[in-house]
């Protein structure tokens, strides 16, 4: 079995090529990467490196020859029409190569949010299904780094945690956690054709927030709605399904998801506290 990860210089798959060497012994691991040379890493562990750049589709065959599964982690790229274009060519050049078995980073619950089949998700997906490859869809939930500019430190300091008014829920997640599944997939059989809702199995929201600041502190953090709270971030998670909760990621994983507490722990500063 050969098991290929496209964009694993990034940090989902740097994490996911993490996991994969500790499930596999007789596998080939192949990290498809756009610079030779951000990859020595990879080398020292034993892991294959070929150049697989999505802007560049001449890259793109070769590196996928004698692939069995080929992961495509979604492009970083903030333009959707250019992204579209590096998935599409990344299918093509898979099922050119004789990829038996693709899988692809999608996003949670496309439905329900305004991720539908118009997104480059949405498209990606049916392109995948088009090709008449085995495919996997894994559709990643929110990550749980967008705490990151609510200002938790500040919270701390000040003992109010202050949001912007409305029904918020969160079923956000960490990388580790998608990486960890993503790999017992790729790994694993029985797959094929299946779609995943990698997302939290339980909500939480900012007033629980505000009690695992506590918790974390060791001093009082109390919520309030302010409207005159503003910022991008919710805007951004207003359009999206932050809601809706899957178990199959837990299942995939075999465990619990990472903690609240654990999964802020990397954001806050409590060193000042």
Request: glycine letters at 8%; one cysteine or more; aromatic letters at 6%.
């Amino acid at each position: 079995m050969t098991i290929m990860i496209t964009g694993a210089t990034g940090q989902l798959g740097s994490l996911i090529i993490e996991n994969l060497l500790a499930e596999l012994s007789d596998s080939t691991i192949i990290a498809g990467v756009r610079n030779l040379d951000t990859a020595t890493h990879f080398k020292d562990k034993g892991v294959v490196v070929r150049c697989a750049d999505y802007d560049r589709p001449e890259t793109l065959q070769d590196a996928f020859a004698g692939v069995n599964k080929l992961l495509l982690i979604s492009s970083s790229h903030t333009d959707d029409d250019v992204r579209l274009v590096q998935h599409k060519r990344v299918i093509d050049a898979a099922k050119a190569a004789g990829v038996a078995h693709i899988l692809y980073t999608s996003f949670a619950f496309p439905q329900a949010g305004n991720k539908g089949t118009s997104s480059v998700h949405g498209l990606t997906e049916q392109a995948i299904l088009d090709s008449g490859m085995d495919y996997t869809i894994l559709r990643n939930g929110l990550y749980i780094d967008f705490v990151g500019v609510l200002g938790l430190n500040e919270a701390i300091c000040s003992g109010v945690l202050a949001t912007q008014p409305g029904d918020w829920q969160f079923n956000a997640v960490t990388r580790r956690d998608l990486a960890q599944a993503t790999a017992k997939v790729l790994a694993g059989n029985g797959h094929e054709h299946r779609i995943y809702e990698l997302a939290a199995a339980q909500t939480w929201t900012f007033a629980g927030l505000a009690e695992v600041l506590t918790e974390l502190a060791g001093k009082p953090v109390i919520h309030t709605a302010d409207a005159s709270v503003q910022h991008w971030i919710y805007h951004f998670l207003s359009s999206i399904d932050t809601k809706s909760t899957s178990n199959d990621l837990e299942q995939l994983m075999g465990q619990p998801v990472t903690s609240l507490k654990e999964s802020i722990a990397p954001f806050l500063n409590l060193e000042n506290v």
